[in-house]
């Protein structure tokens, strides 16, 4: 019997540096294609052994996103214009929207589930959940899973 992958999905802040530097590791050599793992893991500030310990295990969000369905729920303030906002980032980002459904506003907060698939000619994933994030009216912001 195998044991069964768990993923899970974590903001960079909970994230321990030395696989956040395993990630930079990984661009430099993808950037740089002349650059041996010595050499980036050197820059980076990391041994060859946790490099090649960790390689397999992290990816930036945006690289597993692409081709994929991500549902997300917003909180955000009932007020005109800013689903719109949300759908043109969205837009904007060349996602798909697959679902959308928002709840009836309650003291002023709607509640938006939004299902977008992330097609692999979108922009970068993570930059349009930045965005949505930081777009006035958004309270609160949640990826519940992805496909």
Request: proline share 3%; aromatic share 6%.
């Amino acid at each position: 019997m195998t044991k069964k992958t768990k993923f899970y999905l974590v903001k960079e802040k909970a994230v321990p540096e030395v696989l956040l530097k395993v990630v930079e590791a990984k661009r430099i050599l993808d950037a740089e294609k002349m650059t041996t793992v010595q050499e980036a893991t050197e820059r980076v500030g990391i041994s060859r052994s946790s490099f090649y310990k960790y390689k397999d295990d992290i990816q930036p969000f945006h690289e597993q996103a692409k081709g994929r369905t991500v549902t997300f729920i917003l909180q955000m303030d009932d007020t005109p214009g800013i689903l719109s906002d949300i759908l043109k980032t969205v837009a904007d980002f060349r996602g798909n929207i697959l679902t959308i459904h928002q709840s009836i506003p309650i003291n002023g907060i709607a509640t938006l589930t939004l299902s977008v698939e992330i097609l692999p000619e979108a922009g970068d994933a993570e930059d349009m959940v930045a965005q949505m994030e930081q777009q006035k009216g958004v309270h609160y912001l949640k990826i519940l899973g992805r496909e």
